[in-house]
């Protein structure tokens, strides 16, 4: 490789594919045994097959879905968007969360579509940047990226724990719930969701698919007995898409709204989910695009008649906001059905949906922790980036997110407030890190870099990723906001002042990266030059 030159995955000094031979790649068979031309234009890319490619559009597509989980999503934060804008505002900024994560994940589909890689955003960002920049930016990117799922997998971990301990104080009133008991449920689904993904990695594919047909139906089920046992004392539908009384504390209705956009946002989060997984589905440049930009289609699709059904059939505001057992969804269900068994039974099935929420999670993040890990992206790579022969999935990847997240929700048992900060700033990793190499597309020739792919953007491309940059700083802003009215060191948002001392962790930890000559990995790894 010449010192300095520009890199372009996926061709050769004349601009060809090139493979290398044969011998070179590992003997791994795809779903119908065959060899195909994936496997080459991931080796044109830097890289080798080291997984099957067991995955179809479907599963891959449930698996996707699975990590955004929309209306499960929307559901564990209605308290919050009832008391920011009631429901209207609950309702209406369903479309706004849709849209904003929609057109970045065009923009991602379009990216995934040219550099089919597991890698996703770091790859994206170091073969787009300058050759000075480019080994920064692309760490900067893994980090945010893997710590934004991490942490977005705590919190899912620690919502499911939060239900079922509500679910036995609601059948059991006299129970009061200890921190040190929310803490053990919550090691006990981390380790469960973790031991699925290994024992289970060869049956992944037929189970996310049945987990998003028993979502579907959770789903229609909850929706038509809710409607049912509230039949006929629904609330008016000038009331459901109306009202805008404010909670919170707050008397702007814009930025009411606003924190009602982030709130919803938290249920589109994840679309980055297919992309981790492109080099274990068959031609992925046609297969990710969709499997990236169908779950957000799928999530607004579902989520809205969900949400009015909620909103239709609400009877007491402020018993909601103020639920027994600390979970508004599970006084809203007994609300609408005035059952606890039928109650209890709800809630389990959406804690089941939500439990697939924590697998999927875990899947997508161990292949993003593994492939930086295959470029040296972190201490110690050589272990992460570790493929286990017997269960054919990186093992150690798994292992090391799930302690990470034992540690860490160590955090609630002495601040529920503390966890919940470092939480809410995955909202902001996750995004930056979606946004990141699209931003740099705007200070590139774009058509010079980007290789012919089935998925383009064409004349689009360059909005689609300007929309996304500017879109994406205005959420951070907001994501800054706090939430309720008056501020009080207690409800205060830390966002900002959490954000900045991890990009300068991020910072220090690059110069340690950086002295031990890892990214040299990268340079010669990453892709093929271009003359």
């Given amino acids: 490789?010449?010192?300095?030159?520009?890199?372009?995955?996926?061709?050769?000094?004349?601009?060809?594919?090139?493979?290398?031979?044969?011998?070179?790649?590992?003997?791994?068979?795809?779903?119908?045994?065959?060899?195909?031309?994936?496997?080459?234009?991931?080796?044109?890319?830097?890289y080798h097959r080291e997984m099957p490619r067991q995955f179809s559009t479907f599963s891959l597509l449930a698996l996707s879905y699975a990590v955004i989980c929309t209306w499960?999503?929307?559901?564990?934060?209605?308290?919050?968007?009832?008391?920011?804008?009631?429901?209207?505002?609950?309702?209406?900024?369903?479309?706004?969360?849709?849209?904003?994560?929609g057109i970045i994940s065009l923009g991602m589909a379009e990216l995934t579509s040219a550099f089919p890689v597991a890698g996703g955003q770091y790859y994206w960002a170091f073969i787009l940047s300058p050759p000075k920049w480019g080994p920064f930016i692309s760490y900067?990117?893994?980090?945010?990226?893997?710590?934004?799922?991490?942490?977005g997998g705590a919190s899912t971990c620690n919502s499911i724990s939060g239900m079922v301990l509500s679910i036995v104080q609601f059948m059991n009133p006299d129970y009061i719930i200890d921190p040190w008991h929310k803490y053990l449920v919550y090691v006990a689904i981390m380790v469960l969701g973790a031991t699925i993904n290994i024992v289970g990695a060869r049956k992944l594919p037929a189970l996310t698919g049945f987990i998003f047909v028993f979502s579907m139906a959770t789903l229609v089920v909850t929706t038509i007995t809710m409607l049912l046992c509230s039949y006929p004392n629904y609330n008016s539908a000038r009331w459901v898409f109306t009202d805008n009384t404010i909670s919170s504390g707050w008397e702007s209705h814009s930025l009411a709204w606003v924190l009602c956009f982030v709130n919803n946002l938290y249920g589109f989060l994840g679309t980055d989910a297919g992309v981790h997984m492109t080099e274990e589905i068959p031609n992925p440049t046609v297969t990710a695009p969709k499997v990236i930009i169908y779950p957000v289609i799928i999530g607004l699709a579902t989520v809205f008649p969900f949400a009015c059904t909620c909103m239709f059939v609400i009877k007491d505001i402020d018993e909601i906001l103020n639920a027994p057992s600390g979970l508004p969804l599970i006084q809203l269900y007994y609300q609408a059905t005035g059952s606890r068994v039928i109650t209890v039974l709800l809630m389990v099935a959406f804690a089941i949906c939500f439990f697939a929420c924590v697998v999927a999670i875990i899947t997508g993040s161990s292949r993003a922790l593994w492939s930086a890990a295959r470029d040296e992206c972190f201490p110690r790579s050589d272990l992460w980036k570790q493929i286990s022969p017997r269960f054919g999935m990186p093992l150690n990847a798994v292992i090391i997110q799930a302690a990470f997240s034992i540690v860490y929700g160590l955090v609630f048992v002495g601040s529920e407030t503390a966890f919940e900060l470092m939480v809410s700033a995955s909202i902001i990793f996750l995004v930056g890190s979606y946004v990141i190499p699209q931003a740099?597309?705007?200070?590139?020739?774009?058509?010079?870099?980007?290789?012919?792919?089935p998925f383009s953007l064409g004349r689009f491309g360059y909005a689609v990723n300007f929309i996304s940059t500017i879109w994406t700083v205005l959420?951070?802003?907001?994501?800054?906001?706090?939430?309720?009215?008056?501020?009080?060191?207690?409800?205060?948002?830390?966002?900002?002042?959490?954000?900045?001392?991890?990009?300068?962790?991020?910072?220090?930890?690059?110069?340690?990266?950086?002295?031990?000559?890892?990214?040299?990995?990268v340079y010669s790894r990453c892709a093929h030059p271009v003359a």
């Fill in 475 to 521: 959420l951070v802003v907001a994501c800054c906001l706090p939430t309720e009215y008056p501020i009080t060191p207690y409800n205060m948002n830390y966002n900002s002042i959490v954000a900045s001392v991890l990009f300068f962790l991020t910072w220090l930890g690059y110069a340690r990266v950086n002295e031990t000559k890892a990214f040299a990995r």
């Fill in 1 to 46: 490789m010449k010192p300095g030159s520009r890199l372009r995955p996926g061709q050769g000094a004349e601009g060809r594919v090139t493979v290398p031979s044969a011998s070179a790649r590992p003997p791994i068979e795809d779903i119908d045994g065959q060899p195909n031309y994936d496997d080459a234009e991931l080796e044109a890319s830097g």
């Fill in 72 to 101: 499960n999503g929307f559901a564990s934060a209605i308290g919050n968007g009832i008391k920011q804008g009631s429901s209207s505002g609950s309702i209406f900024m369903l479309f706004p969360a849709a849209l904003f994560i």
């Fill in 440 to 453: 740099i597309l705007l200070f590139v020739d774009r058509d010079e870099l980007l290789p012919e792919r």
């Fill in 140 to 151: 900067s990117t893994a980090v945010i990226s893997v710590l934004g799922i991490w942490l």
